[in-house]
């Protein structure tokens, strides 16, 4: 795939993974759009790739994603910005290991709102665009544990579970489409 001039929402880009996808995609020419709630982190790796990288912008948009409005919010701060997002990487996440009843139901409730809300929403605010052009695509970050139950992750598992169904299903009404979703 020809990422070069391509425009690229990364959710979760402060870290791990989704900084990962940042550092990988910027050096093969995208201009990112990256978010999460740290924003100094978020400011340290663009000026990192933008130095790294003199080809690329880099946008930094600090978000917390458990707030309801959040998708809408980025959506919306996105088009004030002329942007048009041509790939979404729909990364945030968390999980934590221990006995269903040993967290916060709060934790798990917070779980459920950023494993799974936001990241329908994004993909509800973003794909339509992406239909309308016939081309991009949405990367929704699942799990190993996607596949199976997984005790001690009872609500993680789950909760990627249907981040992985539900992207095979997104999959199935886009075939025949040049819009991909994995
Ligand atoms: N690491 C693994 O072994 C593994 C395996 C399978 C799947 N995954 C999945 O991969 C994804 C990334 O995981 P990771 O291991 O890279 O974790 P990580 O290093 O903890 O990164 C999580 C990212 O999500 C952001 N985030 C967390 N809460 C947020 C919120 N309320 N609003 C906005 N952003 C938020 C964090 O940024 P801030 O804290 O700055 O907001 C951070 O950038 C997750 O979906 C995870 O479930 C990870």
């Not at 002329?82 to 221990?98: E, P, Q, R, T, W």
């Not at 239909?131 to 970050?141: A, E, P, R």
Request: proline residues 3%; contains cysteine; hydrophobic residues 45%.
């Amino acid at each position: 795939m020809n990422f070069t001039n391509k425009t690229i929402l990364i959710t979760g880009a402060s870290s791990g993974i989704g900084k990962e996808f940042a550092t990988q995609l910027a050096s093969k020419g995208a201009n990112l759009i990256i978010t999460a709630r740290s924003e100094h982190e978020l400011n340290a790796l663009s000026q990192q790739l933008t130095t790294r990288h003199n080809n690329i912008w880099v946008k930094v948009i600090p978000l917390d994603l458990l707030l309801p409005d959040s998708p809408k919010t980025l959506f919306a701060a996105i088009q004030d910005m002329g942007l048009s997002v041509d790939y979404l990487i729909n990364n945030a996440g968390f999980g934590k290991f221990c006995h269903f009843e040993e967290a916060s139901f709060n934790t798990y409730q917070n779980m459920l709102t950023l494993n799974i809300h936001a990241l329908t929403e994004l993909c509800y605010l973003f794909l339509p665009t992406m239909k309308q052009t016939n081309s991009g695509g949405i990367i929704n970050v699942a799990s190993i544990g996607s596949f199976q139950p997984l005790p001690y992750q009872a609500v993680y598992g789950a909760s990627k579970a249907f981040v992985l169904n539900f992207s095979e299903a997104l999959t199935g009404e886009l075939l025949g489409s040049q819009v991909k979703v994995m």
